[in-house]
């Protein structure tokens, strides 16, 4: 899964996270938390946190 972050003035890229990995049965069931928990972790990496800054 990749998420980019682009500057909506510039439409240049500004951030890319991205995750790999296999899912397994449970998983595919249950694809919301499955998608949540990636989103989660991927964004552990962006820069700012809300309210914050840099």
């Known amino acids: 899964m990749n998420i980019?972050?682009?500057?909506?003035?510039?439409?240049k890229l500004v951030w890319?996270?991205?995750?790999?990995?296999?899912?397994?049965?449970?998983?595919?069931r249950d694809m919301e938390r499955t998608v949540d928990d990636a989103v989660a972790?991927?964004?552990r990496g962006f820069p700012i946190r809300p309210g914050g800054k840099p």
């Open 4 to 11: 980019d972050v682009v500057d909506a003035s510039t439409k």
């Open 16 to 28: 890319e996270g991205a995750i790999a990995g296999r899912l397994t049965d449970k998983d595919i």
């Open 41 to 43: 972790n991927v964004m």
